[in-house]
């Protein structure tokens, strides 16, 4: 869609041949559109997995962002963001690594946010994870991923949703600094099986991920 405004008709068409719809919808500008009550599955992942389990419609609130090109997200889409996660977090009682990108969930389908959106931002407010620039210690990456949340049964797609969320500059095949952020992120916030995942919307400070 090109703008918020068409993916909230396409969200709203009972016509359209593939059920989709998500949760809420925030345009560049800030405005916000709730679609689906938080207590109703919404059709906004898809084919996915995460922290052990599948279904992730059937455990997640979803919030899409309206970002037509490859640039940063806009202020006012990120404050109302921060503002909407701040809520959802309480009112579910979800930690901040259980707020996912739908490309962590299904990497060999879905891309969004990008690697524009910025994640370290969300994690300064407690609103979501990010690797302590300060670590130094590797691990097994299949593993850590695993632990962290994400489905492993191809690792090199694992690998590319972990760095276009963590790491999107990074290129070629996994490095120190790739076990390393994911050992971090794996013993500071396993994901088990999450008790909620904001998927699409949904960072350096690095304590307690609870």
Aim: aromatic share 8%; with cysteine.
């Amino acid at each position: 869609m090109q703008s918020a405004e068409a993916a909230l008709e396409r969200l709203c068409d009972p016509h359209f041949a593939a059920p989709v719809s998500a949760h809420y919808l925030i345009a560049e500008d800030g405005r916000l559109w709730q679609l689906v009550d938080e207590r109703a599955r919404a059709w906004h992942a898809g084919a996915g997995f995460w922290g052990g389990g599948g279904d992730v419609n059937s455990r997640s609130i979803g919030i899409e962002l309206a970002n037509p090109a490859p640039h940063p997200f806009a202020e006012p889409q990120m404050a109302r963001l921060e503002t909407l996660l701040a809520g959802i977090l309480v009112r579910w009682n979800i930690p901040p690594e259980g707020v996912i990108a739908h490309s962590d969930m299904a990497p060999g389908r879905k891309a969004d946010p990008g690697p524009k959106f910025d994640w370290r931002r969300l994690a300064r407010q407690g609103l979501s994870v990010w690797p302590d620039p300060q670590a130094d210690t590797e691990g097994d990456l299949a593993q850590d991923l695993a632990r962290i949340g994400y489905p492993t049964g191809d690792l090199a797609l694992a690998l590319r949703a972990f760095r276009l969320r963590f790491r999107p500059w990074a290129t070629g095949d996994e490095s120190a600094a790739d076990r390393i952020a994911a050992r971090d992120l794996a013993a500071r916030c396993p994901a088990g099986v999450a008790q909620g995942a904001l998927a699409g919307a949904s960072t350096a400070g690095a304590g307690p991920c609870s």
